[in-house]
């Protein structure tokens, strides 16, 4: 992939960290100019308080930070439950500690000095992981939101069907008519915004 895709993009957001305010302002004015938003802090304390928007990001860490380091940093957002991608950088990597990060779900781990090309396709790579990930949760919302407006009787029929029984051996489970069970069945498939039995399954699988 190539780092000229990022261009365009100006609502992706680059978070940067790192304790060296030269290093910052110069990544900074390079992310600028390739149209990314950027937030940049000098601990990870900063940036774990700062509330981010729902937009497409990612995080060029500095491995070497003052009180919480960056390996630290990615161990408490992945304990959040927090999957923004990671891009490392350090003047100080070894092969464990790269290795570490890397199998931690970091999306590059640079050894600086690095290129400003290596740095930016690593970017690019990282938001474009964010945006896909971003369109999965909102769909997987949209989903959940789907069968909270199913009847307590439609989950039932929801759960049986997904099993793979037929309506008569649902109506036997519940002891309702086999009528009834279709009605459910209908009602649950145009809630639920199906028309296939395969349909309304991979979307019971997702959630």
């Avoid at 992939?1 to 960290?17: A, D, E, L, Q, W």
């Avoid at 302002?25 to 992310?31: K, Y």
């Avoid at 990001?57 to 380091?69: G, M, Q």
């Amino acid at each position: 992939m190539s780092f000229v895709t990022g261009r365009g993009r100006p609502k992706s957001i680059v978070y940067i960290v790192d304790d060296d305010a030269s290093m910052r302002e110069a990544l900074s004015s390079l992310m600028r100019a390739f149209e990314w938003q950027v937030r940049t802090f000098e601990t990870a304390a900063e940036f774990l308080a700062h509330a981010r928007p729902n937009l497409p990001a990612c995080l060029v860490l500095d491995v070497r930070l003052p009180v919480t380091s960056g390996l630290e940093l990615q161990r408490i957002l992945a304990q959040r439950g927090d999957a923004l991608p990671i891009v490392f950088m350090t003047g100080h990597g070894d092969v464990p500690m790269s290795v570490k990060a890397m199998k931690a779900g970091a999306v590059e781990f640079l050894l600086k000095p690095f290129s400003d090309v290596e740095l930016l396709d690593a970017i690019d790579l990282a938001l474009e992981r964010d945006a896909a990930g971003i369109g999965e949760r909102a769909e997987l919302d949209e989903i959940r939101q789907r069968m909270a407006s199913l009847s307590p009787r439609e989950h039932e029929v929801l759960a049986l069907v997904v099993e793979g029984m037929l309506n008569k051996q649902v109506a036997a489970r519940l002891d309702i008519a086999e009528d009834t069970v279709k009605v459910h069945r209908h009602n649950l498939m145009k809630k639920m915004g199906v028309r296939s039995l395969p349909d309304l399954v991979r979307l019971a699988e997702r959630v």
